[in-house]
């Protein structure tokens, strides 16, 4: 059974408890309509925003430095793994690639697919759609397998290096209200089902930690998650207090946070205990830090920046944006957070103290 704790959170007061410097408001970048997603390259010096039917690109001086139009409905950016194409999935399954080198557009059209994910090389797309999962070669745009799921597709994951592919599915057809519900591992070497394990009803989303050892599969209907080992196949169903929208790992694999309807909990991988974290108002997006002790995320409803501190899970400052913040990203150096703003059509750049600020404020 998950043991739940509860975990308030607090604003810095000041140099005189310890703290300071703090993460403050560096920027504010008007990008001209709503942000769906942010993303930053791996070399930190672009950033790339999904707006309602272009990309907008901008660079590490807060300058939009182009825009590329890529059609409607951008939901997710994804880059492959030397960020030399930027993958943009849209609503509905199609996918436009982007050379970040040129800036050319070409689309992949998915038809009515219910989630796309793009392999790490950027050589394969995989596509669900109904009771199974097509697998696309992406230079030449054909469907070269087709692989049988158990029940309709609700999400699809991939391992950190793209071996295994996971597919959540449950059978829709039924008249119960919560159907029952399966993970289909995949290895995309051979695209052969090597198992499938029961979880719990009307799965939502799927994520894998970054090491490949557990799968956490929401259950907004049940307010659940079902903890997979993808060593053993073990299934833990994790109760929680309200309906949960999405999982996001820190580099290490041993905490969980996932976001809610209306709150932010926290789950140890290794045990599956369970603490709710006080945060602004209705928590959206989650980002951690490159070195996995940071946790920034957007509260929608208050207009401010949570940054969790990933050890004690307390919140250690609360950074006031405009707007309605959504859409986060951090850079890869960690020195900055990007936060689109979807009502206001605006991305803030949140700048974070350093190990040198740290040193300087102290000196002086």
């Not at 030449?140 to 793209?162: K, Y």
């Not at 299934?235 to 209306?262: E, K, Q, W």
């Amino acid at each position: 059974m998950a043991i739940r704790t509860t975990v308030t959170s607090g604003r810095p007061s000041g140099a005189g408890d310890g703290w300071a410097p703090a993460e403050t408001v560096a920027a504010r970048i008007p990008v001209g309509g709503r942000v769906h997603d942010i993303i930053t390259r791996g070399e930190g010096e672009h950033v790339y925003v999904a707006l309602s039917d272009s990309v907008t690109v901008v660079n590490g001086r807060h300058h939009i430095v182009g825009t590329i139009p890529v059609g409607a409905e951008p939901k997710r950016l994804a880059f492959d793994a030397d960020g030399r194409r930027l993958f943009v999935v849209h609503h509905g399954g199609s996918v436009s690639v982007i050379d970040t080198r040129d800036h050319t557009v070409r689309t992949l059209c998915g038809g009515e697919d219910l989630d796309v994910v793009v392999g790490a090389d950027g050589g394969r797309l995989y596509a669900a759609h109904g009771s199974g999962v097509s697998v696309v070669d992406i230079a030449g745009a054909a469907t070269i397998a087709t692989v049988p799921v158990v029940g309709d597709v609700a999400a699809l994951a991939l391992s950190s290096d793209s071996s295994y592919l996971y597919a959540v599915s449950s059978d829709r057809r039924t008249y119960y209200q919560y159907p029952a519900a399966w993970l289909t591992i995949i290895d995309t070497a051979t695209n052969a089902v090597v198992d499938i394990i029961d979880v719990g009803h009307s799965p939502e989303t799927i994520t894998v930690s970054p090491d490949g050892a557990y799968a956490y599969i929401t259950h907004y209907d049940t307010c659940s998650v079902s903890a997979v080992n993808l060593t053993t196949g073990t299934v833990t169903a994790v109760a929680l207090r309200d309906a949960p929208l999405a999982v996001t790992f820190t580099p290490d694999g041993m905490r969980a946070y996932v976001t809610n309807s209306g709150s932010l909990t926290v789950i140890d991988t290794a045990t599956n205990d369970v603490a709710d974290i006080v945060t602004g108002r209705l928590p959206r997006g989650v980002r951690i830090s490159p070195d996995g002790k940071r946790a920034y995320v957007t509260n929608f409803g208050d207009h401010t920046v949570s940054v969790v501190d990933t050890i004690t899970n307390s919140v250690s400052a609360t950074v006031d944006v405009p707007g309605y913040p959504e859409a986060v990203a951090i850079s890869p150096d960690g020195e900055r957070v990007y936060v689109g703003d979807y009502w206001s059509g605006a991305v803030t750049v949140i700048s974070i103290p350093t190990v040198r600020d740290l040193h300087t404020d102290a000196v002086a």
